[in-house]
Every structure is written in C-alpha cells, then in structure tokens.
T-cell receptor, first 112, second 113 residues
C-alpha cells in the first residue's frame, strides 16, 4: 500500500472556526490532491499540487486554501468552516509517468 | 472541461453472475488515462483497473475487464463471476495531461447471495 496518512481521521468543529487537514506521504510523489466526497456527487476535486509551492484550483475550491511547503505534506485549510463543508475528505497522490492515484483513508469532517 | 458520467446510480446482481458498469466521458484530448476505483464500506479507495487511451487493447485484471471505445468515449467495467466482496461503490475516473483526475458520481453495486 502507498504510504499516505491523513490526519485527523475524524473531526467535529463549530461553524466559523478554522480547520486544517493534513496529508502526509512517504512515496516522494510529485502530485497531491484533495477531494471531497458527498452522496450523489462522487469525488470532487478541491485543490491539487504539482510540486512544492505549486498548487491549482479544482472544481470546488471556494472556501478552501492549500499549502505545500514540503514534498511530503499537503495541507487543506477551511478558513471559516460552514455546514456545507461537512463531508468526507480524501487526499491522493500520483507520480509522473505512473498515472495512477493512491488514496488516503479519508477524514470525516462535521461542521455543527 | 472534462466530464465523467456514470448513468447507473445503483445496480444489483446475483452472486456468480456477470455485471457491466457503464461510463462515458468527454474530452478533446487524445492522450489520457481512464480508471475504475472501488470503494467498499470501509471507505478505502482501491484502484481496480487502468486503461491508457493510446492502447487499443482492453485492460484486464483477473475477473475485471474493460470495454474501451475511444471514438464513442465509453469505458465500461465488466465483472465476471461476481462475488459478495465485490459489493461496493464503483467510480469511473479520467486523468488528463495536466494530471488532474476527474471522477464520475459513482455506481453502487450490490452482489446478492
């Protein structure tokens, strides 16, 4: 199994509070992704990174920011959490010329 | 923008039967990758099979095979001799040259004993 760890695995937070989810990889893969999974929507791309300090927006990036200061870590921040951001969040990694993604275990975030 | 469409939200088949899950996609690119991922109740995302668009031969992994029709932009998954452990959500996905991976909404598959 690819070495990807998401933390925390579960979190309950209050509306308006900042939240940071962490994705850590030990595979030295170049690409990292954040997705959210909601019933009826599948997995939707929030942000992705193609290298240290190189990131780009996905289809549902509003309300989210990311940072990647090291190859192994990709952070997803909700600056001010809202109930619509209650979801399961997945991190994934891939490498050039390998062209397949490996996923973390997911983080269930509940905003109350 | 690329899109991936799975037209079957839910399916049920008897154990040992063969089942086909449909997927269509839209892209203007000629070189890309297609995937099927399985998500069992454990929530883990598991890569089932991968197809490279420039390869005409359909990918096969044990009981799993695909029917890749590039001109029709169709990428269906066939599961032969289905097993109870195949019960899961299945996602079709597309990777473009920018390495963005786009997913369909999924098909929930139930294998009945």
């Amino acid at each position: 199994d690819a070495g990807i760890t998401q933390s925390p695995r579960h979190k309950v937070t209050e509306t308006g509070t900042p939240v940071t989810l962490r994705c850590h990889q030990t595979e030295n893969h170049r690409y990292m992704y954040w997705y959210r999974q909601d019933p009826g929507h599948g997995l939707r791309l929030i942000h992705y990174s193609y290298g240290v300090k190189d990131t780009d927006k996905g289809e549902v990036s509003d309300g989210y920011s990311v940072s990647r200061s090291k190859t192994e870590d990709f952070l997803l921040t909700l600056e001010s959490a809202t109930s619509s951001q209650t979801s399961v969040y997945f991190c994934a990694i891939s490498e050039i010329d390998d062209s397949k993604a490996f996923f973390g275990q997911g983080t269930r975030l509940t905003v109350v | 923008a690329q899109t991936v469409t799975q037209s079957q939200p839910e399916m049920s088949v008897q154990e040992a039967e063969t089942v086909t899950l449909s997927c269509t996609y839209d892209t203007s690119e000629s070189n890309y990758y297609l995937f099927w991922y399985k998500q069992p109740p454990s929530r883990q995302m598991i890569l089932v099979i991968r197809q490279e668009a420039y390869k005409q031969q359909n990918a096969t992994e044990n009981r799993f095979s695909v029917n890749f029709q590039k001109a029709a932009k169709s990428f269906s998954l066939k599961i032969s001799d289905s097993q109870l452990g195949d019960t899961a959500m299945y996602f079709c996905a597309f990777m473009n040259r920018d390495d963005k991976i786009i997913f369909g909404k999924g098909t929930r598959l139930h294998i009945l004993p």
